[in-house]
């Protein structure tokens, strides 16, 4: 079967940073989205790794290791409006996209 | 803003009756997908769509049928409600021609079935 696995919750504290992991297991492998939900809001997109390595957007990285079927999203200098979950999706053999449940992320004053 | 739109927002219903939730957009995207979230799951596809006419089943179909006669609207419709259908129903388009586009998502549409 196919599985996505990651925390289903964090804290951390404002002005800190964080790393959230994502381990997955798929049938073939098309590329690894990170998205942001707020609650009660629709997903909205973070970031895509296709290849081995970090990428980064500004206070958002994100790691890939296709080897060993993980990825994790960075986010530095953390603000309150960053409270909100964070959902791993990889897009698989048929090209759909196989989700995470997604992390709860708590932002402390 | 990828311009999509869902309707209704929110809606309950009584089970057994039959459910058709829209999706809309504007900008003319060939990919169309229709998912249900649910709590401690991740996003599930239920049905999508690679043009007019041309749809096909995604993960958890069962139960639910969709319908694709513009370019612009994608239809999900519940044939007879059930209480397991209760969920959060979200819409997404992806931009481009290519299979491993982003996909971004409608603001979603809550459906209660009591």
């Known amino acids: 079967g196919q599985n996505i696995d990651q925390p289903t919750e964090m804290t951390a504290t404002e002005g800190a940073i964080v790393q959230i992991n994502c381990t997955y297991q798929t049938s073939g492998f098309n590329g690894l989205f990170w998205y942001q939900q707020h609650a009660g809001e629709a997903p909205t997109f973070l970031s895509y790794n296709v290849l081995d390595g970090l990428e980064e957007k500004g206070r958002f990285s994100s790691f890939l290791s296709r080897s060993k079927g993980y990825s994790y999203l960075l986010l530095k200098e953390l603000q309150m409006k960053d409270s909100a979950s964070y959902l791993c999706a990889v897009m698989d053999s048929n090209y759909q996209l196989i989700w995470g449940a997604g992390t709860k992320l708590i932002i402390k004053p | 803003d990828a311009g999509i739109t869902q309707s209704p927002r929110h809606k309950v219903t009584e089970t057994g009756t039959p459910v058709t939730l829209r999706c809309h957009q504007t900008e003319n995207h060939r990919y169309m997908y229709w998912y249900r979230q649910d709590p401690g799951h991740g996003l599930r596809l239920i049905h999508y769509?690679?043009?007019?006419?041309?749809?096909d089943k995604g993960e958890v179909s069962d139960g639910y049928s969709v319908s694709r006669s513009k370019t612009e609207d994608f239809l999900l419709t519940l044939e007879s409600a059930t209480s397991s259908q209760t969920s959060v129903y979200f819409c997404?388009?992806?931009?481009?021609?290519?299979?491993?586009?982003?996909?971004?998502f409608g603001p979603g549409t809550r459906l209660t079935v009591l």
């Open positions: 769509s690679y043009g007019v006419k041309d749809t």
């Open positions: 997404a388009i992806s931009e481009g021609t290519s299979d491993t586009d982003t996909q971004y």
